[in-house]
T-cell receptor
């Protein structure tokens, strides 16, 4: 059974710092991996999607990497800003599910960026 | 608005009542998903549709839950005889069909259910 873990559960950093959020998964047979952002009481915003054949994806100050063999993904945020404060969720699409969109989520890392 | 739309955003009901949530997906997306998220947890898959066909249901979806997508456009999720354990955020998402689908999901703002 695929399990997704995100550590730490919460993180507080000063503005301007570069930071890394971690995601690990137990089964390397994945179709894709997606990072989301969630503001309090809101829905999920897609940040980056990495297909199983890719090693990384970049969007602006965000860079996500994928290492299937070790069951890890990282989300790198450069030059953090207070507006980056949110919960970041990692979700894995199992290979057996194909592109059905049946994702397995971690519990998230809640990030606070202090001015 | 071209995003996924959900209604209502918040519903408070008494135990035993029925509630219905509506989701309007992104217009060109023919796949639609329902997820449930409880406080402090990641979302959990409930069910998904391709056009009007419901292709998969999670074991989390008890007999009191029913989802429909009659014309392959909007979807409804009904919960009958609500229980306090049903209190959660119900999230809808959509994606492109299988021929063009990278598997990327786009979520709505969610419908928060509080059962008293």
């Amino acid at each position: 059974k695929q399990e997704v873990t995100q550590i730490p559960a919460a993180l507080s950093v000063p503005e301007g710092e570069n930071l890394v959020l971690n995601c690990s998964f137990t089964d390397s047979a994945i179709y894709n991996l997606q990072w989301f952002r969630q503001d309090p009481g809101k829905g999920l915003t897609s940040l980056l999607l990495i297909q199983s054949s890719q090693r990384e994806q970049t969007s602006g100050r965000l860079n996500a990497s994928l290492d299937k063999s070790s069951g890890r993904s990282t989300l790198y945020i450069a030059a953090s800003q207070p507006g980056d404060s949110a919960t970041y969720l990692c979700a894995v699409g199992p290979l057996f599910s194909g592109n059905t969109g049946k994702l397995i989520f971690g519990q998230g890392t809640t990030l606070q960026v202090k001015p | 608005d071209t995003g996924v739309s959900q209604d209502p955003r918040h519903k408070i009901t008494k135990r035993g009542q029925n509630v219905t949530f509506r989701c309007d997906p992104i217009s060109e997306h023919n796949r639609l998903y329902w997820y449930r998220q409880t406080l402090g947890q990641g979302p959990e898959f409930l069910t998904y549709f391709q056009n009007e066909a419901q292709l998969e249901k999670s074991r989390l979806l008890s007999d009191r839950f029913s989802a429909e997508r009659p014309k392959g456009s909007f979807s409804t999720l009904e919960i009958q005889r609500t229980e306090q354990g049903d209190s959660a955020m119900y999230l809808c998402a959509s994606s492109l069909g299988p021929s063009a689908n990278t598997g990327e999901l786009f979520f709505g703002e969610g419908s928060r259910l509080t059962v008293l």
